[in-house]
């Protein structure tokens, strides 16, 4: 029986390619700042997006949570939407890690306007309220299913930030979904943040690893709170090799994931058994369910599709580089016959 894997695009395995790459790499001891490959990574994924530095962690959640305590003070305050991962799915980390609360904001599909933030941005002169110091955008946004901001949103957000002398990050666990679909230039980005986690084992295919991206002061901070956190790798060019692989190869082919997502978006919308299809951008698709998700989920896996449920009554697709057009075929068959 054909098995198609929809849970995450975090289950991809590395290409032919990447292997090669990795087998290949020029290694050192990170730590010492002598691994060629990891600072080629580390260079090669700043000069994408306009950043002067980066610093290469095993994760989107350590870089995430090493960029808040880089921009926040104990005491301080974060805004966020309500959907956000580094609220939802780190682990509590930025109360843990960095002694900061959170402001929670109730965007549409995850997406948030200055309009909104601004009204939220403590009075600096009032004792009884933390110092809101940070306001953090997820792109594109898990919990809303694949959905992005554009850069033409992105800058009254971060005009209002510098206004107001607060610091903004980007969760960029699916940026180059979001760029695909979007057309903006990666290089733009750092116009507007001042800290950017770009996520390599998504999408992208690479086994391990995302960049923290900032200014060559805040890399350097960033490295003592990495080496804090446990992340200090040493020869880690091997897993670096295969972030410069998918930045070479697999950026472009992101847009054959989202017209797979289109195809089974479509196909769901005609399906009696879905009670709703939220919109598709990129290559997260979310529906309702009139059953319960754990009873589709069932007879999704009686035909070999894995995949996960986000509520009582939703469930989430997510295409990536490794499922391809004849299982796409083969998941549409099995809706139809649901």
Known sequence: MMIVDLRSDTVT???????????????????????????????KTAEMFGME?????????????????CFTQPLDELIADQTAHVYRYEGGGIAFNSAVSTRLLNGYRGIITAEMIEPEINDENNVHYPHTSLVVLENTVNKGGGSCYTLEQIKPIAVLCQNKGLKLHLDGARIFNALAHTGD?????????????VCLSKGLGAPVGSVFLADKQTIKYARRIRKVLGGGMRQAGFLAAAGVYALDHHVERLKVDHAHARILATELSHCGWVANVLPQETNIILFDTVEPAAVVLEKLAEHGVKANSTDKHRIRFVLHLDVHAEQVEHVVGVLKGI
């Open 13 to 43: 395995k590395p290409t032919p390619g990447m292997l090669e790459a990795m087998f290949n790499a020029k290694v050192g001891d990170d730590v010492f700042g002598e691994d060629e490959t990891v600072n080629a990574l580390e260079a």
């Open 53 to 69: 530095a980066g610093i290469f962690c095993p994760s989107g959640t350590m870089t995430n949570q090493i960029a808040i305590k």
């Open 185 to 197: 230039s990666a290089a733009d980005y750092g116009k507007y943040f001042d800290g950017i986690s």
